[in-house]
């Protein structure tokens, strides 16, 4: 019935590293802001880990959106 898979559920992927910019990479848009769920096809549990994995980066001063 779902036709839209979250990208990492199906890749079994539990934890989202800060560290990871390469996949955070594709949850940020050109300017930096984390996109929407409409947008990412992640799940509620995978936005959220998205989300405070790539917050807990910018405090760490990496950068996204850039390449
Ligand atoms: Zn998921």
Redesign the pocket.
């Known amino acids: 019935m779902r036709k839209r898979y979250?990208y990492?559920?199906k890749n079994k992927i539990e934890t989202v590293e800060p560290t990871d910019t390469g996949t955070l990479n594709h949850y940020v848009s050109y300017f930096g802001v984390i996109e929407p769920r409409s947008k990412t096809r992640?799940?509620q549990?995978?936005q959220k880990k998205i989300s405070s994995a790539i917050k807990k980066a910018r405090d760490l001063g990496l950068k996204f959106g850039e390449s």
């Open positions: 979250c990492l559920c992640l799940c549990k995978h």
